[in-house]
């Protein structure tokens, strides 16, 4: 009768965990959204204020405060300039309300599931550490979460570059090739692509942008090299630049550049197949190689097994 009644408390508990999760998933989703309209209307003055603007100007002091402490807020902005944000004090100490706030919302809801569960459970060492795991392990998650989004896209990022930037600078090399100028071969690259890789159909739009705003060439490329920490794209910067300031041939050094990138992108190919049987080592011995002898052995033991129960005088 006392283990039904636990049994019965546990799966109580378990369901009350999993509806109180379900619910802050959806507020930390909601949040994120919230939190990239306002970045993106921050200076709309005429939006209502709603309950997360309350909430996030009362916490605000001690983002502020943490920030002064943080040592990784130039690596926050840093990866705000590289995604395309804006990466004003303003915005990083918005991401930093956010990170706080779901730390808050996650505190208070595991807290109140912690003490229920230790209120209905026995009192032992084992519910302790439990009560302590529900509050601490998803407050770290929650409060890394943010920051590790962002390092996610980064490297999303970087694998569309290595993907697609040959195949842009080919189109790149083809359009200075058939007459355009190097600015409108850009914003032509940037808007084809953009079909194929947000990122970096975005990236060339970018520099298109930059170029019609008034920036000079050198000044956008650099900028793009910054945002993009690639090699290949540092050295086509460099040839791009350094061909602009000499007054050689557009298209011969995008030819050139394109061909040097191709030959770097079969290396790396190359290189992945040839690693590819070392990898599936591991996978073949854990999973293969078991089942291959379970199905092969098998019937032999079952025949040594039988001879042996004969011999003893077993039928």
Do not use: W
Request: hydrophobic share 45%.
């Amino acid at each position: 009768m006392m283990n039904g009644i636990i049994t019965a408390k546990i799966i109580i508990i378990s369901v009350i965990a999993f509806l109180v999760g379900s619910i802050v998933y959806t507020a930390i989703t909601k949040d994120d959204n919230y939190l990239l309209e306002r970045l993106k209307k921050r200076h709309n003055t005429q939006r209502k204020r709603s309950f997360f603007d309350d909430i996030l100007e009362i916490i605000k002091p001690v983002a502020v405060a943490n920030l002064k402490t943080n040592k990784n807020k130039d690596l926050i902005r840093k990866m705000f300039v590289q995604l395309g944000k804006s990466a004003t004090e303003a915005d990083i100490i918005d991401f930093e309300n956010k990170k706080i706030l779901h730390l808050i919302i996650t505190l208070f809801i595991t807290g109140a599931i912690s003490l229920l569960y230790g209120i209905v459970m026995p009192r032992d060492i084992l519910t302790t550490v439990f009560c302590f795991g529900i509050v601490i392990c998803p407050s770290l998650y929650i409060y890394r979460r943010p920051t590790t989004a962002l390092q996610v896209a980064l490297k999303k990022k970087a694998k569309a570059f290595e993907k697609y930037f040959p195949d842009a600078i080919d189109l790149l090399c083809v359009c200075v090739e058939a007459g355009l100028s190097i600015d409108s071969a850009i914003e032509r690259v940037g808007r084809e692509f953009s079909n194929f890789s947000y990122d970096v159909g975005y990236e060339f739009s970018r520099i298109a942008q930059d170029m019609l705003s008034g920036v000079s060439k050198q000044d956008s490329l650099r900028a793009f090299s910054e945002r993009v920490e690639n090699k290949d794209i540092q050295s086509f910067v460099a040839i791009v630049i350094q061909a602009d300031r000499m007054g050689a041939s557009i298209a011969h050094s995008l030819a050139i550049s394109a061909d040097s990138l191709r030959t770097k992108r079969k290396q790396r190919l190359e290189a992945q197949v040839a690693s590819a049987s070392t990898k599936m080592t591991i996978p073949l011995v854990l999973c293969l190689l078991p089942a291959t002898f379970a199905v092969v052995l098998t019937p032999a033991i079952i025949q040594v097994v039988e001879s042996l129960g004969k011999m003893n005088g077993f039928q």
